[in-house]
């Protein structure tokens, strides 16, 4: 990263609330969508918020086979919003859309299939929708995709190898009716864009 871009990085040290800010916003409004689209009595905590290294993450998110639903953000700070989580936290959340139905199987049945992207729709809207109110702005979203492979790999066909670049991550849980789901959020805004319209808003 040259000088010149870390100047762009600069941001008021006041507005560092605001990574929290927009964490716990996206992570309420992304419970209310799925108690509403699940009738599950959901919460989503998040409990730590980081910036690592793009390829420290891929380290972080490891082989394992993952089911990943991911989102482009077409609009400022563009970029991508990656939900991880493990097969097991997939089919526990499809099986409540589904009213209690699962293949029990290790792959995915279409109907699991498409219930798990339903979800991936209403976590990652509800989280960007949380990011704008925070930003006070709109963000157009690309359609969700759905992914289930080495997580690793998710990460890399999404952002490549950015040496020295940096991503926010959010670790998060989601608790659904006595189910206790793990949740990763992974995201790689365009951080000279996400700080841009951070400087615009007043505390």
């Avoid at 086979?65 to 700070?77: D, R, S």
Wanted: hydrophobic share 40%; proline share 2%; net charge negative.
């Amino acid at each position: 990263m040259s000088r010149g871009d870390t100047e762009n990085l600069k941001v008021d040290i006041r507005k560092l609330n605001l990574f929290n800010q927009m964490a716990k916003e996206g992570a309420n409004t992304v419970a209310s969508h799925l108690n509403q689209m699940t009738g599950m009595d959901t919460e989503m905590e998040i409990t730590k918020t980081n910036f690592l290294d793009i390829d420290d993450i891929k380290t972080h998110v490891g082989d394992e086979k993952q089911v990943g639903i991911h989102i482009e953000l077409t609009e400022p700070p563009h970029g991508y919003i990656l939900f991880l989580f493990s097969a097991r936290s997939a089919k526990t959340l499809a099986s409540g859309m589904l009213g209690g139905q699962s293949s029990g199987g290790k792959g995915f049945s279409d109907m699991e299939k498409s219930a798990v992207q339903e979800i991936g729709n209403i976590m990652t809207s509800g989280f960007i929708d949380g990011w704008a109110n925070v930003l006070n702005t709109t963000i157009d979203i690309s359609t969700p995709k759905f992914t289930y492979g080495a997580g690793s790999r998710t990460v890399d066909s999404l952002v490549g190898s950015r040496p020295g670049e940096m991503a926010l991550v959010f670790d998060s849980r989601v608790h659904a009716r006595e189910a206790d789901v793990e949740v990763k959020v992974y995201t790689f805004p365009e951080l000279a864009e996400l700080v841009e319209l951070m400087q615009q808003i007043e505390i």
